[in-house]
């Protein structure tokens, strides 16, 4: 069974910084493209950043270019997400997601979220 | 980036049929045969409803269905059915690597 369990949300200041992990199991990690979304309180979907298979290759939006780090650890199964300069506006359930095959770009699972929230 | 457009919210009674649009634009649904649909209770992780603009995963009722026009990208869903009250998101790929989500349609059944 695939399983995508999120952690290391909290509570933060503003321009702290976090470090949210995202331990997955039940298939080969090494062979899927991962992705962090988050989703303000109330609010939609937001795609946030992707990482290839290898590492290789890494994509943000725009709002997070030069803040957040998207990396993964094959050998450990683990995806994360280093967020540094955090600002209120970063105040959202983070979620990792598995894309479904190379080139497909829909997800298929999803993790249960953590939530990460940035005030004073 | 820009999120793609959807309707606020929609409305139905149980057994009619709903239909939720997803506007985009020439740089992402209109470039690509690559929307999907996610589903999402309240609390809850998204479900993936539809993929590849009309492909349904295992498991996911045949009430829904999803099309392309242009830049424009629908959801439908017949029968409703009560359990299909949730959050609709629709997400395209954008080119260069990246996605983006619709801002999401509150579906209502009356």
């Known amino acids: 069974e695939v399983q995508l369990v999120e952690s290391g949300g909290g509570l933060v200041q503003p321009g702290g910084s976090l470090r949210l992990s995202c331990a997955a199991s039940?298939?080969?990690?090494?062979?899927?493209?991962m992705s962090w979304v988050r989703q303000a309180p109330g609010k939609g979907l937001e795609w946030v950043a992707n990482?290839?298979?290898?590492?290789?290759?890494?994509y943000y939006v725009d709002s997070v270019k030069g803040r957040f780090t998207i990396s993964r650890d094959n050998a450990k199964n683990s995806l994360y997400l280093q967020m540094n300069s955090l600002r209120a506006e970063d105040t959202a359930v983070y979620y990792c997601?598995?894309?479904?095959?190379?080139?497909?770009?829909?997800?298929?699972?999803w993790g249960q979220g953590t939530l990460v929230t940035v005030s004073s | 980036q820009s999120a793609l457009t959807q309707p606020a919210s929609v409305s139905g009674s149980p057994g009619q049929s709903i239909t939720i649009s997803c506007t985009g634009t020439?740089?992402?649904?209109?470039?690509?045969?690559?929307v999907s649909w996610y589903q999402q209770h309240p609390g809850k992780a998204p479900k993936l409803m539809i993929y590849?603009?009309?492909k349904r995963p295992s498991g996911v009722s045949n009430r829904f269905s999803g099309s392309k026009s242009g830049n424009t990208a629908s959801l439908t869903i017949s029968g409703l059915q009560a359990e299909d009250e949730a959050d609709y998101y629709c997400c395209s790929y954008a080119g260069s690597s990246t996605q983006v989500f619709g801002g999401g349609t509150k579906l209502t059944v009356l």
């Open positions: 590849e603009g009309s």
């Open positions: 990482i290839k298979q290898d590492g290789s290759e890494k």
């Open positions: 039940g298939f080969t990690f090494s062979s899927y493209w």
């Open positions: 997601a598995r894309e479904a095959a190379a080139g497909t770009w829909y997800f298929d699972y």
């Open positions: 020439s740089s992402d649904v209109g470039s690509y045969n690559l």
